[in-house]
């Protein structure tokens, strides 16, 4: 069992920058790949960005890419997320997701809002 913690969300203006983490239990959250994923009222969950196990490779949806930085700290059962030029469509709750063959984890979610 592996529980997640969201932080870091909050109100933002357009074009500013905010930075989310996800702290785990355990003591094999580096056998997890790690993702974060958002959501807004009305849709479905959308993939965001997602990292493996060891850190080395990123992937990131094509609405984010360049603006958003993944990455991870298993010494400190961190994963991060570094959000850039924030516009208003990147307003959602933001979940973070651990994932390990068939089993998947979910946190709770923090908001993250850009005004105009």
């Known amino acids: 069992q592996v529980q997640l913690v969201e932080s870091g969300g909050g109100l933002v203006q357009a074009g500013g920058s905010l930075r989310l983490s996800c702290a785990a239990s355990g003591r094999t959250f580096s056998s997890y790949a790690m993702g974060w994923f958002r959501q807004t009222p009305g849709k479905e969950r959308e993939f965001v960005a997602a990292i493996r196990q060891s850190g080395g490779s990123t992937y990131y949806a094509d609405s984010v890419k360049g603006r958003f930085t993944i990455s991870r700290d298993n010494a400190k059962n961190t994963v991060y997320l570094q959000m850039n030029s924030l516009n208003p469509e990147d307003t959602a709750v933001y979940y973070c997701?651990?994932?390990?063959?068939?089993?998947?984890?979910w946190g709770q979610g923090t908001q993250v809002t850009v005004s105009s």
């Open positions: 997701k651990a994932r390990r063959g068939s089993e998947n984890y």
